[in-house]
């Protein structure tokens, strides 16, 4: 009786180490794993475009007008901006500093009266 269990269980582990792996050379219809290919956009893809790193960083508000004017700029913005944190600074881009006046004083509705620094 225990013959035929020994003998079983001998042929099943002899199976099992006789067993090849699934592939021991690389199939060419599969890539190797290790080989790096280009991606391959999708004909369908919208194009991509490099992202452009800026060449030169905008020049502060003081080398731009001077110290004096982009004090008095930078003044103006500040009496005319609601925001919490403006960007009303001199070494900010003057254009930075304009446009933060400009953004306070488009707040204002018609028929309400808008800060002298609005007119500036």
Known sequence: MRLPILLTAALLMVAACD????STTPD????????ASDPVMPADAPPQEEAETPTTEAASCITERGEAAAVELASRCTRV???SHPPCNPNNPCQLVQ????RSCAMYKPGETKPAECGA
């Open 19 to 22: 067993q090849q792996p699934a």
């Open 28 to 35: 060419a219809a599969t890539p190797a794993a290790g080989a």
């Open 81 to 83: 901006s609601p925001a």
């Open 99 to 102: 446009d933060e006046i400009d």
